[in-house]
């Protein structure tokens, strides 16, 4: 299922999870549910944070890092091929 994948794919999900279970786990342990004043601290993190800038965040790294990589990886078959040819003549 997962064949073929490259590996920042994993990263990412780690990022978002690993973000998801520690606000959970400091919103059980330590955050109060409202202050009182303004609004809840539980729709800045959730709405803004979680929602938008951690999956655009991802969404770029997923789509940025993997051209890189595919990038690097031309160039160096390039660099190899000018050399066998230059070798071979």
Known sequence: MFKGMHP??????ALLYGYNIGI??????VIPP???VGIAPQFIYTSIISLCVINM?????????PEKAEEREKQ????EEEEVSSNGS
């Open 57 to 65: 965040a991802l969404a770029l790294m997923w789509v940025y890092i």
């Open 34 to 36: 409202y202050d009182g």
């Open 24 to 29: 959970m786990i400091l919103e059980m342990t």
């Open 76 to 79: 160096k078959n390039e660099e």
């Open 8 to 13: 920042i794919f994993f990263v990412g999900i």
